[in-house]
């Protein structure tokens, strides 16, 4: 294992029954790592061909690793995962063009069954590598949804995996979990403008026993370690989600990556 420290981060962009590729963009993230690597844009986009107007559209764009399609392959499976819950019929879909399909399918039946519905149900995803050093790569990846209601929903999902796109878990990274737990409070505290004996429950903050605890999606960038906290996870969905973005210097000894094997 390895502390973190300046290495090189690769981040991937992406370009369209349409799947399209873009490739070889060289780039700089502000403030924090140079990275310089092959990669490609991919898009799908699918729209109903029987409706009109106010139709129903998934729009899917996501990062590959050009020369890599174990990874490629593993990412795609992880999107189809993430979309799974929103068709309606209980199949457990392991492509993506069957499930966007599908869901364009029961928006079709939902429109003849409520024929006064106006707004259309859409899917949009976007996926990035933000990270990658070795074989470790980090991944974002943010759904944003309409399928009724009062509003959009958006969830984000951080994950760690290898160059074959295998999970890494974010427990074998930390070395000393009670020190994270102390640095990552306090920088929550700092984000939301809180003193260090702040009640979080006052403060409108629903962490269980009313305690601090780490987020469920756990990132990194250029810049340092991200923690991310969707809508309703500890607030209202009107305070919207928290990303906490804590500086690698803060984390030394702290967490660490994997060695390259």
Sequence with gaps: MRPLRAVFVAILLIGCTTFSDRENISSEEEGGIAFSVKKK???YTKTDDQCESNCSSVEIRFEKMEGNERFNQAIEKRIV???????RDGERYKKLNRLTEAFIADYREFKEAFPESKTPWTINVDGKITFAVNKFIS????????TGGAH????????NVNQNGREIKIRSLITDRPK?????ENAFRKTKSLSATADLGAA?????NNEFQLPENIGFTGKGVVLYYNDYEIASYADGPTEILIPYKELEGI????KEK
């Design 41 to 43: 844009r991919s898009s």
């Design 81 to 87: 995962k993430q979309l799974q819950d929103f068709v």
């Design 139 to 146: 991944y974002r990846l943010t759904t944003n949804s309409y």
């Design 152 to 159: 959009t929903n958006t969830e984000t999902l951080l994950f």
């Design 180 to 184: 994270l737990m102390e640095v990552a």
């Design 204 to 208: 409108g903050y629903t962490f269980d």
């Design 255 to 258: 967490v660490v990556l994997e």
